[in-house]
């Protein structure tokens, strides 16, 4: 049988990280035991009317105490009703699900996050053992950049200028000449869009963590599919399928 | 006291089924991520997401969106081709003790009769024709709405198929019981209802529709009731096994629709709630059998008068 197991878990601790951005840690050993960074959980509403899963990226696996941290934005109802969520509360989940990221640690990495895309690499740069430059990008408000120090060279971007690079990560990693041999990056598609195009033209080579509105979660439903650049080995066509193939592409592989 | 033991055989133009469940085409691909959760063998059938003659591409995304207490969904059937699911999915499914209904699709009536024809010779139960899907331009639901096509297009399966051939209908008509008969005069031996309800879902903050293809099929709990009619309407009107289906998340739902009339029963979009409401259906079933004292499901079917 599979390493993907659905269970109900207890919320062990909660912090709001700002606006509208929530931090739970799960506990759930089964699913810490197998998982990995760039791997997600679909979450379960209480209210079955919000009847699809929320697909949420691990931000951190703690196999020693059995638990998973999700950090997530509040941006639907299904969201709105994780927030209400405390401490010893039930949070119905299953996982892990998806690929995750390849664990290149003979590299130099550059980990890039965007906005909500920034938890999961959280997880990737405590897994990642090599050298790493890690480059967050905000709106304006900042959160985990904190959780970075130590882990890496952090530099920062936001659109309004309020603090590090004015503009985007790629605005950040030119204004501080950031170099690496590989690129991991989570984020909105048009920030993935620039990193593909970056990665490319320095010949290096990316991954990136794809969304798509997803409903199994598993790979059976084919609603959350990206194209693909060769055709696909399951779908027998230039179909990806995110939730199981992916998230985490490398950047030449997939058209976004 | 021993526990009685309920027979929950099913018999669809033949095909007996260990139990009344199975999956809605395209909920549940061709079995095989589900496997890795649950035993198939617990299922009456697997039906299988649609195949068509040449791998499909599908719709653009987003393909999905919820909505209260349902969700549109607008794939486009994307499908590998018959001769990958010949090759791979078959023998995957042989290996469970299941039933196999593949769900066939295609662009124009020759195109379905080349997938029934590949499959004359091939290890599978029953075939579903998909005249109903609201998410492609050409074929589907275009055959589906037409008493004429129904008829022409189910005959021109059943002259070619060696099993016994299921016409999957649409609800989007004015009268479902016009597009049953049409598919019992072209000689289906059984039925599959309800589709999708085609829907319809506007992002307001970004004044854009939230599906790439603009409408969607709906289900989901949200359409139970008028499937649960639909399937009351249909057998009264034929007298064909019905597979009921449209919103069943739980016993209780299914055995609306044995009550309506239904044979077997699909379960669909519940699998993305639970991925384990098939069979957990099939547990409710048995359940409320052994408490009523109901030997067979004959006792209930089309009880409601």
């Known amino acids: 049988m599979s390493q993907i197991n659905k269970q109900s878990c207890k919320i062990l601790k909660k912090e709001i990280l700002g606006t509208d951005i929530i931090s739970l840690v799960i506990g759930c050993p089964d699913i810490a035991t197998n998982a990995k960074a760039g791997q997600f959980v679909n979450v379960y509403c209480k209210d079955s009317a919000k009847l699809l899963p929320r697909p949420i990226s691990l931000c951190g696996i703690d196999k020693a105490n059995g638990c998973i941290r999700i950090v997530f934005r509040v941006v639907g109802e299904g969201t709105k009703e994780m927030s209400g969520y405390s401490v010893g509360d039930d949070i119905e989940i299953m996982g892990p699900l998806g690929n995750g990221f390849p664990i290149l640690n003979d590299k130099k990495a550059i980990i890039i996050g965007g906005g909500i895309g920034i938890p999961p690499m959280l997880g990737l740069a405590r897994e990642l053992e090599c050298e790493k430059n890690i480059v967050l990008g905000y709106r304006d408000e900042l959160f985990l950049n904190d959780e970075f120090r130590g882990l890496g060279n952090v530099y920062i971007s936001t659109e309004d200028g309020s603090c590090g690079t004015k503009g985007n990560v790629i605005d950040a990693i030119k204004a501080n000449a950031v170099e690496g041999d590989v690129i991991f990056a989570c984020g909105p598609t048009p920030m993935l869009r620039g990193i593909k195009e970056y990665a490319l033209a320095n010949n290096i080579t990316a991954y990136i963590s794809l969304e798509e509105r997803m409903a199994c979660g598993i790979g059976a439903c084919l609603a959350c599919v990206c194209k693909s650049k060769e055709k696909d080995h399951h779908t027998n066509v230039n179909n990806k399928r995110i939730c199981k193939d992916g998230p985490v592409f490398e950047a030449t592989e997939v058209e976004i | 006291m021993s526990t009685f033991i ?19 085409s ?23 997401k649609g195949v068509a003659n040449i791998p499909w591409q599908g719709n653009n995304t987003p393909r999905i969106a919820e909505t209260y207490g349902g969700m549109i969904n607008a794939v486009g059937l994307q499908n590998p081709g018959i001769d990958v699911f010949v090759e791979r999915d078959i023998p995957f499914l042989k290996k469970y003790d299941t039933k196999i209904i593949v769900n066939v699709c295609g662009k124009s009536e020759s195109d379905y009769v080349e997938v029934v024809e590949r499959l004359a010779d091939q290890p599978v139960d029953l075939l579903e024709i998909n005249i109903s899907c609201p998410n492609v331009k050409e074929g589907g639901i275009a055959f589906g709405q037409d008493p004429k096509a129904v008829e022409r297009i189910t005959a021109a399966c059943k002259a070619k198929a060696k099993q ?20 019992v005069a072209g000689g289906a031996d059984a039925l599959s209802l309800i589709n999708t309800l085609t829907g319809m879902k506007i992002d307001v903050d970004r004044r854009k529709f939230v599906l790439a293809n603009k409408t969607g099929g709906l289900s989901g709990p949200a359409i139970k009731p008028v499937a649960v009619r639909m399937v009351y309407q249909v057998a009264n009107a034929v007298d064909v096994p019905i597979i009921g289906m449209g919103g069943i998340a739980n016993a209780y739902d299914a055995l609306e629709f044995i009550m309506a009339g239904a044979t077997a029963v699909s379960v669909g979009t519940a699998t993305f709630n639970n991925p384990f409401a098939t069979v957990e259906v099939v547990d409710g079933i048995r359940e409320f059998m052994i408490k009523n004292n109901i030997k067979s499901l004959e006792e209930i079917r089309g009880c409601v008068k």
């Not at chain 2, 309920?6 to 809605?24: E, F, H, K, L, W």
């Not at chain 2, 016994?164 to 598919?183: E, F, Q, R």
């Open chain 2, 26 to 48: 395209g909920t549940f691909g061709s079995g095989a991520e589900y496997s890795d959760l649950f035993d198939l063998s617990k299922l009456g059938a697997v039906t299988t």
């Open chain 2, 164 to 183: 016994p051939i299921i016409m999957k209908l649409s609800p989007n008509v004015t009268d479902i019981t016009v597009m049953a008969k049409a598919a």
């Open chain 2, 6 to 24: 309920p027979d929950m055989s099913v018999n669809i133009a033949g095909v007996v089924m260990n139990n009344p469940v199975t999956t809605a």
